[in-house]
């Protein structure tokens, strides 16, 4: 009797993963939207995008962060404040990093797509070419004194699709697709994001 209830419960709401996916789906279009206005950005400015999403988190959090250093300052200033009055400013600046933690999750998710669109275009360069260049960075600088596949010419790096791993020559050959924009809102999401084999677990 139960399994019976159990499934006619199933077919009519659905199972909690096909609920789950369906909740998702909506990050996954925005995802592919996003995506298809990145074919005409240059490799610098595709990679720029990683700055600015920064400074727009840094922007969303600008005033709470204000807030919390005004609070750690006045302790800072006074070295001699009284204990009680002091006790109260940490519960306002533990208030505040709680609410920091709330507007923070707010900002990531609103960056969700656009960052998920950056990370499938530069997959799909990759694997539509055998060498990316773009202007050199000091990451860019340091990184190449440790993998061979990335190279500096003058004020210029260049990546190839190729690399060494465990003794094999590996040839980057993926680009997401839904299920894997998928595993990855859910991952964001801190939970776990089981997956058949060759669904593309790894990417």
Do not use: C
């Not at 700055?51 to 919390?68: H, M, S, T, W």
């Not at 800072?76 to 009055?85: K, L």
């Amino acid at each position: 009797m139960l399994d019976f209830i159990n499934k006619t419960i199933t077919k009519v709401f659905g199972s909690k993963s096909t609920r789950d996916i369906r909740e998702i789906m909506p990050l996954v279009e925005k995802t592919k939207a996003e995506f298809a206005k990145l074919a005409s950005l240059s490799n610098d400015q595709l990679r720029a995008k990683t700055d600015e999403f920064k400074q727009r988190i840094r922007n969303y959090l600008a005033d709470i962060d204000n807030e919390i250093a005004a609070y750690r300052k006045q302790v800072d200033d006074h070295p001699d404040m009284d204990p009680d009055d002091k006790e109260k400013i940490y519960k306002e600046i533990d208030a505040l990093g709680k609410e920091r933690d709330k507007k923070l999750e707010e900002v990531l998710l609103e960056l969700l797509p656009e960052a998920f669109a950056v990370v499938k275009e530069t997959a799909r360069r990759f694997f539509e070419n055998k060498t990316l260049e773009a202007t050199a960075t000091r990451l860019d600088r340091d990184l190449s004194v440790k993998f061979p596949n990335i190279q500096i010419q003058g004020e210029k790096v260049i990546y190839q699709n190729q690399w060494m791993a465990a003794g094999n020559m590996i040839t980057w050959d993926m680009v997401h697709y839904d299920v894997q924009l998928i595993g990855g809102v859910v991952l964001h999401q801190g939970k776990i994001a089981e997956m058949a084999t060759g669904e593309g677990k790894t990417l």
